[in-house]
């Protein structure tokens, strides 16, 4: 990639309807969260999630995907 260049990633399953969507559709920025429920590291990262989206405000839109360890997690 040259100077200048950006790159753009896309999801292969677009941000709709069975996601839990916090911000507005236009943000500059969409974070997506793969979590378990019952996972301590996804615990661990809501409140430095909480922090990113009071930094940017409008400027994010957060989604969360329900994505249950089941074999680690069994009530997940």
């Known amino acids: ?3 200048g260049q950006s790159r ?3 999801l292969v399953l677009p ?3 069975r996601d839990h969507i916090q911000g507005p559709s236009d943000a500059q920025a969409t ?3 793969y979590g378990d429920y019952e996972c301590p590291f996804c615990g661990q990262a809501y409140p ?3 922090a990113v989206q009071r930094h940017l405000g409008s400027r ?3 989604v969360f995907r329900n994505f249950p360890l089941t074999e680690m997690h069994p009530h997940a």
Do not use: S
């Open 15 to 17: 941000v709709g309807e």
């Open 8 to 10: 753009v990633a896309r």
């Open 60 to 62: 994010l839109r957060f």
């Open 31 to 33: 974070l997506v969260e």
């Open 48 to 50: 430095i999630i909480k």
């Open 1 to 3: 990639m040259t100077t």
